[in-house]
């Protein structure tokens, strides 16, 4: 019975730096001719040759046509192969795989090329099954059932006209203009932003006009005034941030909030009595309460685990990835427009240096995570997998496949797969922890 390619190749493995190993391949000339040789019986015996049968045009002219085709077909031969005989290796504790070095593929000649491999490193994880927490949960006191209470009154109630001086929390109908100087193609939001007319205001944050509270709290009907606008760097509408613009507002109107009665916020709410009311809002924060308990615990837990697990090289090949992600992280919380861009080019080194060790702990606990799974035999089903797009696709307001291809596309989805997996690992220890 006739080898399999994988098991006819050579590979030499070499250390080649923390956690990473460099695979030599080489295929020698007869497998490399014999297979290139079953590449071009087949795409003769499918392709179409003017002149000739399907099959019976002459391997020369076949090899010529389609020798783009050809070493394509090859190239994925022998790095499955490749890739089939790297992964065989039960020493080897795989976490990533790439090219480094391909070179060309040349008929009735030895063919060689590099991969390039991270390892997981070897971490001892302690006596994970024991581990013990004692998280309290918060009591929820009477005060906090009245705080929340009192802020559906006034979360419910409306808007009337009120006498005298604006004050905090209170809604302006205003006419409103500032001094920028709007560009031509300045959008409908951007507009609204610079002015104004019968427009609301609210004295509360988030803020429609930064400095907007302090500047009109006091503010009276029919009075004009100004004041400086600061907007932050990173403000949603690109073309401000960063600015200071001069405001001038007219008030029109200004309308209090009136909290509703105990009769009103029963009959606005649906529930039966004020004191049903307040038993559900009990139940609702003695949940936040157990939630954040948990959420508590699972970071005991890891603490703990972290502790036992001492010190382990970490792959820098996955450091530097997730210094990377990090990066563009804060690179789309900063960066507004151009001059946001070449400011946080030129202080790149510094938030590199901030991040990098966010990303060490972030990478160090992932591996030891993914070294618990692996014991424990957890994985994801893709019933998980797909609870978790489902979730996701009605965050970012797109339909589940189509999420799915763009993380398949980008190479997330198996970070995706990790997270759910080192999730479930957290969950399991963190609920023996507490029993």
Known sequence: MAKKLSE??????????????????????ETAKSEQNKVVSYIAGVASMPGFRPGKAPMGMVSKKYAAEINEELRNRFVGAAVEKIESDETLDLLSLRFKEFGEIKAGEEFSFTMEGVVAPVINPGDYKNLKVDVPMDAIEDKAIEERLDMYRAMYGTYADAE???????????????????????????????????????????????GCIKALTGAEVGKEYTFDAEYPADYREAALAGKKVSYTVKVSAVQRRKKLTDAELIERTGSKDIETLRNNIR????????????????????????????EFDLPDALVENEVQKMLQQKAREIVKSDEDAEKFKAELADHRAAVEADAKTAVRRALILRQIAKLENITVEESELDSQLQMMSRYYGCKPRELRDMLEKSGSIDELRVDIVNGKVLEKLTEAALN
């Open 164 to 210: 005298g001086a604006a004050q905090a929390e209170d809604m302006l109908k205003v006419d409103y203009k500032g001094d920028f100087a709007l560009p031509e193609d300045a959008s409908a939001s951007l507009k609204r932003q610079v002015e104004a007319t019968d427009a609301f205001m609210w004295l509360n944050e988030p803020e429609n006009i930064p």
């Open 283 to 310: 139940q609702g924060l003695e949940l936040d309460a157990k939630n954040q308990q948990r959420r508590n615990a699972s970071e005991a837990v890891f603490a703990k685990l972290n502790e036992q697990a001492g």
């Open 8 to 29: 006819v190749i050579k590979l030499e493995i070499k250390e080649s730096g923390v956690c990473t190993k460099e695979f030599a391949v080489a295929i020698d000339a």
